[in-house]
Nanobody, 120 residues
Framework: QVQVVESGGGLVQAGGSLSVSCVVS????????MGWYRQAPGKQRELVAS???????DYADSVKGRFTISRDFGNNAVYLQMNSLKFEDTGVYYC??????????????WGQGTQVTVSS
């Protein structure tokens, strides 16, 4: 069993900052990558940022320069620092993890999501 639990999020005014965290627990043999997607009302889920075990990162163009993803794979955790937030950053933020549960078996796991609301 693998659990992905997000924390953080909340309500903030436009221009403000917020951070979200995610921890994976359970049968984790090796983490490959973790990251964040978000889904705004009426829109498809989109990738926000990701980080792999080597430290490589990827960001959506809309958040580059404003969001920073960091990892602590020793503690199976990933963090997203969000600065200069805009109204359009509003949505449910979902954490995901690609990981091996055994030396051969891997899968992707998702959290329940945490709400981020930016007031204009």
């Amino acid at each position: 069993q693998v659990q992905v639990v997000e924390s953080g999020g909340g309500l903030v005014q436009a221009g403000g900052s917020l951070s979200v965290s995610c921890v994976v627990s359970g049968s984790v043999f090796r983490l490959v990558a973790m990251g964040w997607y978000r889904q705004a009302p009426g829109k498809q889920r989109e990738l926000v940022a990701s980080v792999n075990a080597g430290g490589g990162t990827d960001y959506a163009d809309s958040v580059k320069g404003r969001f920073t993803i960091s990892r602590d794979f020793g503690n199976n955790a990933v963090y997203l620092q969000m600065n200069s937030l805009k109204f359009e950053d509003t949505g449910v933020y979902y954490c995901y993890a690609y990981l091996y549960t055994t030396p051969r078996d891997w899968n992707e796991y998702w959290g329940q999501g945490t709400q981020v609301t930016v007031s204009s």
